[in-house]
């Protein structure tokens, strides 16, 4: 398992590295570990998880449970890339969610079809991308207009 510095966590969950250290004094954020030579302190990546969970921030609000993440193979950047950039994202906000993958060149066999379908179902209300370019040729535009009828948006995982 992968240990995080203090730095690495208070930029994770958005706030300073002295924050980080006043928790643990208060005992809120407690180390997994502390180095009993340097007494620097390391934590997990289930902590980042945790916090986002347990506490909510209202900075995290508009990330709803109802969202889809949405990739596809395009030039900049591959499918699996994205994966791992919306799944760091989604699981920096406490949102367990698979990305559905599309695999097909045209919409009528596409996962963009079912992800419209679920749209227009009110299964969703959030798209989840790297980028607006991931959209099909041709139905980005269509994406953006069924979401602001919806009052949803896509939102850009950084």
């Known amino acids: 398992m992968k240990r995080l510095t203090t730095g690495e966590i208070a930029k994770r ?8 250290r006043n928790w643990h004094k208060s005992g809120k954020l ?9 007494k620097h302190r390391y934590y997990t990546e289930e902590q980042v998880y945790q916090y ?4 909510k921030k209202a900075a995290y609000k508009d990330d709803m449970l109802e969202l889809a993440a949405y990739t596809r193979d395009i030039e900049s950047a591959s499918a699996r890339e994205q994966n791992e950039t919306i799944m760091k994202y989604l699981h920096n906000r406490g949102i367990t969610t698979n990305p559905i993958q ?16 679920m749209l227009l179902n009110d299964d969703i209300q959030n ?3 790297t980028t607006e370019d991931v959209f099909l040729e041709g139905t980005g535009d269509i994406i953006k207009h069924l979401l602001d009828y919806k009052d949803g948006k896509i939102i850009i995982a950084e």
């Not at 969950?13 to 980080?20: A, M, Y």
């Open 102 to 117: 599309e695999k097909h060149k045209s919409y009528p066999n596409s996962e963009l079809r079912r992800v419209v379908e």
């Open 13 to 20: 969950i958005g706030v300073s590295p002295i924050t980080i």
């Open 127 to 129: 798209i989840v991308v």
């Open 30 to 38: 407690i180390p997994e570990y502390i180095d009993p030579e340097t």
């Open 52 to 55: 986002h969970k347990d506490l």
